[in-house]
């Protein structure tokens, strides 16, 4: 089972700027499927960003100039860079992976989240 653990979120001033880390105990595979969610309270679950394992990315129109997913394998390391962060970004980021051994099974691992909270 691989586990994923998020870092790097914490208290910004709108026009910041914050990295985060998720860290998967076990090895992160080429075709892995990885992504970071947010979800503020009250609010529904976001997709904020994906970047497939031959290093395609896509992202929320709400992030898209500001945000960057990246990948490093070697170190089955997942990055969320965000920049000019806003009042709006707040909320708790949690990373994902999606694995497909067979045809039939997909298997899914969340991270716990980490808090993200920019204030004007």
């Known amino acids: 089972q691989v586990q994923l653990a998020e870092s790097g979120g914490g208290l910004v001033q709108a026009g910041g700027s914050l990295k985060l880390s998720c860290q998967a105990s076990?090895?992160?595979?080429?075709?892995?499927?990885l992504k970071w969610y947010r979800q503020a309270p009250g609010t529904q679950l976001e997709l904020v960003a994906s970047?497939?394992?031959?290093?395609?990315?896509n992202y929320a129109d709400s992030v898209k100039g500001r945000f960057t997913i990246s990948r490093d394998n070697a170190q089955n390391t997942l990055f969320l860079e965000m920049n000019s962060l806003k009042v709006e970004d707040t909320a708790v980021y949690y990373c994902y992976l999606e694995r497909s051994p067979t045809v039939e099974a997909t298997m899914r691992f969340w991270g716990q989240g980490t808090q993200v909270t920019v204030y004007s």
């Open positions: 076990g090895r992160i595979f080429r075709l892995d499927l």
């Open positions: 970047i497939t394992g031959g290093g395609i990315t």
